[in-house]
């Protein structure tokens, strides 16, 4: 079974506007929660990381947001833009090494 | 620099043929994994080598075996490849700590 769960599994929206991406997990090891980017035929690439020493951690126009107690986080992408339409995957892992992946979400932004 | 190279990027096998996947990075890390995507499931680890001459198995190992050649490369070999198997295969390397770089990916189909 998924050690991070994802949601949703889709969403669309205008340009302009604010995606909101949002995982859970059940292991209180995992320390490191990076999320990834993936365009159609290409491999996913590092958008943004946090470690859950912090709450927030803020990217240009991309933000993680972090709550240690509710072993949630989530990525919000402000401004959404044509060009931020992919596929994002949260994941998780223990001292950095084996990512354990969310499903993803396919964001899509309308012009 | 290329970064992390696949070969092939398509390859359509019957059931019971066997076949390697290629994989090699220009970046000096020491450590490779080997994922597969499928639709609706995210990204799961294969096996990852943490540094030359070792390997280890991730979340599902079962039906293929893996060779860290040397530092630069790592390959995946499926010996008698099952339809289950169909999917997308992506190589990554890192060093440890630090951001996961993915290769452009090899599209499986068996038939």
């Known amino acids: 079974q998924q050690q991070v769960k994802q949601s949703p599994q889709s969403l669309i929206v205008q340009k302009g506007g604010i995606s909101i991406i949002n995982c859970a997990y059940e292991?209180?090891?995992?320390?490191?929660f990076p999320w990834y980017q993936q365009f159609p035929g290409k491999g996913p690439a590092l958008l943004i990381a946090?470690?859950?020493?912090?709450s927030e951690k803020k990217e240009g126009r991309f933000t993680i947001s972090f709550n240690k107690s509710a072993k949630q986080f989530s990525l919000h992408i402000m401004d959404s833009q044509p060009g931020d339409s992919a596929t994002y995957f949260c994941?998780?892992?223990?001292?950095?090494?084996?990512?354990?992946f969310g499903a993803g979400t396919t964001v899509t932004v309308r012009a | 620099n290329a970064g992390v190279t696949q070969t092939p990027k398509f390859q359509v096998l019957k059931t019971g043929q066997s076949m390697t996947l290629q994989c090699a990075q220009d970046?000096?890390?020491?450590?490779m994994y080997w994922y597969r995507q499928d639709p609706g499931m995210g990204l799961r680890l294969i096996y990852y080598?943490?540094?030359?001459?070792?390997?280890d198995k991730g979340e599902v190992p079962n039906g293929y075996n893996v060779s860290r050649l040397n530092k630069r490369e790592f390959s995946l070999r499926l010996e008698s490849a099952a339809p289950s198997q169909t999917s997308v295969y992506f190589c990554?390397?890192?060093?440890?700590?630090?951001?996961?770089?993915f290769g452009p990916g090899t599209r499986l189909t068996v038939l």
């Open positions: 970046m000096n890390h020491n450590s």
């Open positions: 990554a390397s890192s060093e440890a700590g630090a951001e996961q770089f």
């Open positions: 080598s943490a540094s030359e001459g070792t390997t």
């Open positions: 292991n209180t090891a995992f320390d490191y």
């Open positions: 994941a998780a892992s223990i001292n950095d090494y084996k990512l354990s």
């Open positions: 946090i470690r859950p020493d912090v």
